[in-house]
């Protein structure tokens, strides 16, 4: 199971801390991500960490705003948003690939940030 949490009320140029506490087994093949869905849109793809390694990846809209980590010994897996805008404002989630990381089989509740103008 995976449970997101630090969602919030935010005015634009602040900053969020999002965490997602992820419960069961983790291997290093599966991708952590984290993905958005704004009211009247489709869920998009913020930014993703591999299990093991360096690799990362984010959605242009994320680039040099937003920072994907992730902290092993805790199952954890945390999204530091800087510089929000009120686009930015919408239900995160966060999700676990299959191992050999090509589709998100298992999703959080997700977690609304709200960012104001």
């Known amino acids: 199971q995976l449970q997101a949490s630090g969602g919030g009320l935010v005015q634009a140029g602040g900053s969020l801390r999002l965490s997602c506490a992820i419960s069961?087994?983790?291997?290093?093949?599966?991708?952590m991500g984290w993905f958005r869905q704004a009211p009247g849109k489709e869920r998009e793809f913020v930014a993703a960490v591999r299990w093991s390694g360096d690799t990362t990846s984010y959605a242009d809209s994320a680039k040099g705003r937003f920072t994907i980590s992730r902290d092993n010994a805790k199952n954890a897996v945390f999204l530091q948003m800087n510089s929000l805008k009120p686009e930015d404002t919408a239900l995160y989630y966060c999700?676990?690939?299959?191992?050999?990381?090509?589709?998100?089989?298992?999703w959080g509740q997700g977690t609304q940030v709200t960012v104001s103008s």
């Open positions: 069961g087994r983790i291997f290093s093949g599966n991708r």
């Open positions: 999700a676990v690939s299959n191992l050999s990381g090509t589709r998100y089989n298992y």
